[in-house]
């Protein structure tokens, strides 16, 4: 089992759409959490972290619920702009090791 | 503020040759990563520089695989002899140090033929 999991998808969702990923992780000593944004043939970069109280950045939400080891990021009124990989990523108290998950595919159609 | 620079953007090879990719982080970056990631997943670390010291390399397969970053600065990757499941994309990234978010480059893309 890998340490990170996420559902490949794609998930294909119209412009103006609500849509959810979900995470979980294995190892209970993960400490800190993160959503990357990778495009096409580009670097990941950090969209943003997650906090334990959950965050919200704009149209975009992430919860953490620890006791199920799993992470979530909401994206509400879905962008052309928005398709792209989503990275969960976990990290340990160890240095800055970073596990990262497979990646969700969104593409947000017109 | 200039971003984690890497090269060559594209690498082709044949089996068995050798091959080195360049990294050059952002400034005063003092930790630094290689990354490997394959199509369809998420990035894999292969090695983690604090300065000059390699603190990770756990998962670096040392019979093939080299890095170096002599002066804390720039660092190199080698391969050799490369094999055809060594093609990927290596990204190299860079963080101000162990608490702080990473910034990747926009990658090596090796094709072993």
């Known amino acids: 089992r890998k340490e990170v999991e996420q559902d490949p998808g794609p998930f294909n969702v119209p412009e103006g759409a609500t849509v959810a990923f979900n995470c979980t992780y294995s190892?209970?000593?993960?400490?800190?959490f993160f959503w990357y944004r990778q495009d096409c043939r580009k670097e990941p970069k950090l969209l943003m972290s997650?906090?334990?109280s959950g965050n919200e950045d704009g149209r975009f939400t992430a919860q953490l619920n620890r006791a199920s080891q799993y992470i979530s990021l909401l994206i509400r009124d879905s962008k052309l702009s928005d398709s792209a990989t989503y990275l969960c990523?976990?990290?340990?108290?160890?240095?800055?090791?970073?596990?990262f998950g497979g990646g969700t595919r969104l593409m947000v159609k017109p | 503020e200039a971003g984690v620079v890497q090269s060559p953007r594209y690498k082709i090879i044949e089996k068995k040759q050798p091959v080195a990719f360049w990294c050059n982080p952002i400034?005063?970056?003092?930790?630094l990563y290689w990354y490997l990631q394959n199509l369809g997943q998420g990035p894999e670390l292969l090695i983690r520089?604090?300065?000059?010291?390699?603190?990770?390399d756990s998962q670096l397969p040392k019979d093939r695989f080299s890095a170096e970053r002599l002066k804390g600065v720039d660092s190199t990757l080698k391969i050799q002899p490369a094999e055809l499941g060594d093609s990927a994309v290596y990204l190299c990234?860079?963080?101000?140090?162990?608490?702080?978010?990473?910034?990747f480059g926009n990658g090596t893309r090796l094709t072993v033929t």
């Open positions: 190892n209970s000593a993960s400490q800190s």
């Open positions: 990234a860079s963080s101000l140090d162990t608490y702080s978010p990473l910034h």
């Open positions: 990523v976990v990290k340990r108290n160890a240095g800055n090791m970073l596990t």
């Open positions: 400034s005063g970056h003092n930790t």
């Open positions: 520089y604090e300065n000059e010291e390699a603190v990770d």
């Open positions: 997650v906090y334990s």
